[in-house]
């Protein structure tokens, strides 16, 4: 399965009047803290890859999910190789993975708004250190090119500019914002 994403910075309050005027329907939102590991035989920031552990609260549950993330496929968007499973007890597998010679590099803290309209995600994120991003994405099991039009579409109808997106992961751009600092 690929997820074909574009992201950018935007301001929130009118991307949700769009996503208001558009009659998007607003699934749910949660707070996230995503545990990224580097592998003790390679490094993920030079191969492109991401190992991590998301623990996501909701108002009445906590869920936590291991994710595994190949390298960008395509230089027209953030389309990657995606896997991931839900776990029963984060700390349990931090602690596998530790064990296992991954060390955890960073944690990247935010607060999610998802929002579906015509069957893509439109995610309103607000990024602890960072500030508001939007992404909007869909999982394809093939022809990415189209997904990734129908994203650029969809960008470009919320008044957002797909030439603008951002393709370094949060990760990375926390990461660059804390060595200027």
Avoid: W
């Avoid at 776990?87 to 960073?106: H, K, N, P």
């Amino acid at each position: 399965m690929y997820e074909v994403e574009v992201k950018v910075r935007a301001a929130h309050d009118a991307v949700r009047d769009k996503l208001a005027a558009l009659g998007a329907t607003e699934v749910r939102t949660v707070t996230q803290a995503d545990t990224y590991y580097n592998a003790p035989d390679r490094d993920f920031a030079e191969t492109d890859e991401a190992l991590r552990i998301r623990r996501e609260q909701t108002d009445d549950n906590t869920v936590s999910k291991v994710t595994y993330k190949g390298p960008l496929v395509e230089e027209h968007s953030k389309t990657r190789k995606e896997a991931e499973t839900v776990v029963e007890d984060g700390e349990t597998m931090d602690r596998i993975l530790t064990g296992l010679g991954y060390d955890a590099t960073a944690t990247v803290e935010k607060r999610r708004q998802f929002f579906c309209v015509d069957g893509y995600t439109v995610t309103l994120d607000d990024v602890t250190g960072l500030g508001e991003y939007v992404e909007v994405e869909t999982e394809v099991a093939e022809n990415i090119e189209p997904a990734r039009e129908g994203v650029y579409e969809l960008l470009r109808t919320l008044d957002l500019d797909p030439d603008a997106q951002i393709r370094t992961s949060y990760l990375g751009l926390l990461l660059e914002a804390n060595n200027h600092e």
